[in-house]
């Protein structure tokens, strides 16, 4: 799968798409990547004279990787979902990612709980080399309920 394809099951696009393709899809995990540029955004700013990516926006990666393996398990009715963050348990960052550096994303479905929260096992890696491991907890919720919900803002 494609970037292009990717764009069009989620809802991201550039520049807050952090997968560039899927190489593996299966019942209950996934394989993508991420291939860094020393112009990305987020390096001009973090640790300035020794750019990194932000761990966060790895934990985003791995979210948005988990959040495609999910709409394929919920089939033709995902167009209908929102697939948002509820609980991040863990997040463990090993070694720092650089510019330039492509990063292969795991996800693994772990369950899901009344059809409503699924449990994820990410990891990041570049050349073998583990940078990052999350546990985080999704919500599966009907899309036009949340919008519908949230759209007066005040709430």
Known sequence: MNK??????????????????????????????????????????????????????????????SSILLRQKIGREHQKKHILAYQVKNASFYKPIFPGDKIILKAKLLNII???????????????????EARFLCTIINKKEFEEKYKNKDV
């Open 4 to 65: 292009e394809e990717i764009k069009k099951i989620i809802p991201y696009d550039d520049p807050f798409l952090f997968v560039d393709g899927v190489e593996e899809i299966g019942e209950d995990f996934i394989i993508g990547h991420k291939q860094t540029n020393p112009e990305d955004y987020f390096f001009k700013g973090h640790f300035v004279d020794f750019p990194i990516m932000p761990g966060v926006l790895v934990v985003e990666a791995i979210a948005q990787l």
């Open 114 to 132: 009344d059809e409503k929260i699924a449990r994820i096992l990410g990891s990041a890696f570049v050349n073998n080399d583990l940078k990052c």
